[in-house]
């Protein structure tokens, strides 16, 4: 059964910095693409970055420049290195995995930007 764990969220003060990582099993993750996302309070879930299987990556224009998505298929992990954080970059993050039309989806890490 496949699992995404993720962690590293916490407080950080706005400007500041944190590295989330996805822990995934029980799937073939060299051969999904990954996924995060994230969804603040009242709001809906939104598309944060991705990365495929051969390394392309893409980020939501919000946080372009910001935040870097990368994987390690040695460490079945996939990380996001979030910089020059804001207070509105507040959310419960997740992690997903995508093949085809199936999706696995982490139970998240809660994001505080606050000063």
């Known amino acids: 059964q496949a699992q995404l764990v993720e962690s590293g969220g916490g407080l950080v003060q706005p400007g500041g910095s944190l590295r989330l990582s996805c822990v995934v099993s029980?799937?073939?993750?060299?051969?999904?693409?990954m996924f995060w996302y994230r969804q603040a309070p009242g709001q809906q879930r939104e598309m944060v970055a991705f990365i495929t299987t051969g390394g392309t990556t893409h980020a939501a224009d919000s946080v372009k420049g910001r935040f870097t998505i990368a994987r390690d298929n040695a460490k079945n992990t996939v990380y996001l290195e979030m910089n020059s954080l804001k207070p509105e970059d507040t959310a419960v993050y997740y992690c997903k995995a995508t093949l085809v039309r199936t999706d696995y989806w982490g139970k998240g890490t809660l994001v505080t930007v606050s000063s």
């Open positions: 029980g799937l073939r993750f060299s051969s999904y693409t």
